[in-house]
Nanobody, 126 residues
C-alpha cells in the first residue's frame, strides 16, 4: 500500500487543520489505518486509528476530544480533523496502514503498522 499525506501547515494555537491520507496499490487488505506524529527528539507516537471495515476508532489521550479520524472508502482516503490545536501538537504527521489486524480497538502502536507515508508537517505557534 502506498500512502500520501497532505494538509499540513502552520496555524496559530486554537486553530484547526485537516490532514488527508490517500491510499493506492493493494488496499484491499488494509484493515487498519492510523495517524502518528513525531516531534524533533521524540519517539513516534500514535494519535488516532480506525478500522476501515467497521469504522471503530481509537485515540491517544492527548488528542481525545480535539482530533477526529474519519474515512471515505470510495476515495481510499483517511482524514484527521484537528481542532483546538496546541503548540505541543507541532510535529511531522504520518499516515500508516496495516492489513488483517484483529483486536478490540485499532492499535496506536508503531510496530503494528507495515506501510507508511512520507509525512506532512504541522506547526502550531502559540
Amino acid at each position: 500500500v502506498q500512502l500520501v499525506e497532505s494538509g499540513g501547515g502552520s496555524v496559530q494555537a486554537g486553530g484547526s487543520l485537516r490532514l488527508s491520507c490517500v491510499a493506492s496499490g493493494d488496499t484491499i487488505g488494509a484493515s487498519c489505518m492510523g495517524w502518528f506524529r513525531q516531534a524533533p527528539g521524540k519517539e513516534r507516537e500514535g494519535v488516532a486509528s480506525v478500522y476501515t471495515d467497521t469504522g471503530r476508532t481509537n485515540y491517544a489521550d492527548s488528542v481525545m476530544g480535539r482530533f477526529t479520524i474519519s474515512q471515505d472508502n470510495a476515495k481510499k482516503t483517511v482524514y484527521l480533523q484537528m481542532t483546538s490545536l496546541k503548540a505541543e501538537d507541532t510535529a511531522m504527521y504520518y499516515c500508516a496502514a496495516r492489513a488483517n489486524f484483529m483486536g478490540a480497538r485499532p492499535p496506536l502502536t508503531f510496530g503494528t503498522y507495515s506501510d507508511w507515508g512520507q509525512g506532512t508537517q504541522v506547526t502550531v505557534s502559540s
